[in-house]
């Protein structure tokens, strides 16, 4: 499978690129879509190879549904299945999915009345599911392993005959992506709300035909912010994105701003990202439960600036695409961050002289490879199994070549 070696001659880069819309938005929607027989047209689609595996799932006819390592439809699927009357499906994926915990939302859909076997380890993928009407109108969980179950439980609710009360208990992990399900859903004509660690979903027959503009995924456009960060100038105009985002990770704005010197300019749908000065902060601290997703981004920033941080609310991280934590640490070391993670935390502590030509493992992840990239502005690197990006971001390798990254295949 090979490895790139990340080269980049100049400090100074410049360019202009477009990415693609949202995964997040993207995989709300083809389930809304599907519960409601295809009412919303979507502009800007996500070409994630985790989309284009929602999607093929939802048009299937098989009896055994395998959704590799999409962990979004993995759980939007399980929720959706258990409502599809007279259906029966086998719901599995990758190695990696059948450690990662869904046993929260089987619970939560089974007090529901759903029929959901355990086939192999108790909590843990595979599926059974045997799709049945679901009479109750309530439910609690514990929300803090993953917002996608509770987004999950949210996206059927309308179609449940009384909609659904669900009761958050315990911190509410990714919380954002709680804020973008309602929002994207009263957007298209559904009834959603939140107070505190209660969401109410009303019941609707049918939504309107109409179109809806996917925002491009501001979690892959932070690898350019961590670009112009380590850049000594750099000027990128990116597609398409809006002043006021549905993603939490447009919070890189500020971060980048506040942090890293990096400027964000709105020109109508475009940005402009400019390194406006040499920042380095002796020390930086940030709590990421919010926007999970950028944690690795931050955390090679943070060690090509060679700037000691500690990056907290990371409790999610475990269970992602790999241990992230572990992996940061093992990786973050090659490149000369000496750090210290707990559960829930990963600190950078010293600096080491960094190896000669750090040889980065990915790990089954996507953002494993497109966080270590950034660090090619400092010096050239190599990046194993670079064909993970397709998980979420398939024109990486082109994208970041375009800026003047060039790549090498070895
Ligand atoms: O709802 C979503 O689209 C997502 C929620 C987050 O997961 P957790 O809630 O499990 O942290 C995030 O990490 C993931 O990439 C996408
Ligand atoms: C965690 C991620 O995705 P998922 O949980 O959908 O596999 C991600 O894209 O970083």
Known sequence: MGSLVLNNNKKDISGEISISGSKSENNRLLILNALFGNPI????LSNSEDSELLQKALKSTSETID???????MRFLTAFYSIQEGKEVLLTGSE????RPIGVLVEALRSLGADIYFVEKEGFP??????????????ELNA?????????????????????????????TSLPYLEMTIQMMNQVGLKAERIEN????????????????VESDWSSVSY???IAALSNSADLKINSFKTESLQGDAKLIEIYRNHFGVATDFSQNQIRLKKIEKFNPEHFEINLNDTPDIAQTIAVTCAGLKVKCKLTGLET??????????????????????TEITENSLEIIYFIPPEKLPKIKTYNDHRMAMSFAAFAMVQNLEIENPEVVVKSYPDFWKDIEKIGITSIAK
């Not at 959704?67 to 439809?73: F, K, L, M, R, S």
């Not at 595979?126 to 439910?139: A, M, Q, R, S, Y």
């Open 41 to 44: 047209q979507l502009k800007n």
């Open 67 to 73: 959704i590799h390592h999409a962990g979004t439809a």
């Open 96 to 99: 990696r999915m059948k450690e």
């Open 126 to 139: 595979p599926l059974k599911i045997v799709g049945k009407k679901l009479e109750k109108d309530f439910v």
């Open 144 to 172: 803090n392993v993953s917002s996608q179950f509770i987004t999950a439980l949210m996206l059927i609710a309308p179609k449940l005959s009384n909609g659904l009360k669900i009761k958050l208990n315990g911190k509410i």
């Open 198 to 213: 209660e969401i109410q979903i009303y019941p609707v027959e049918n939504i309107k035909n109409q179109e809806f503009t």
């Open 224 to 226: 350019f912010y961590s």
């Open 317 to 338: 991280l475990k269970v992602k695409e790999t241990d992230r934590l572990v992996a940061l640490q093992n990786e973050l070391f090659k490149i000369g961050a000496v």
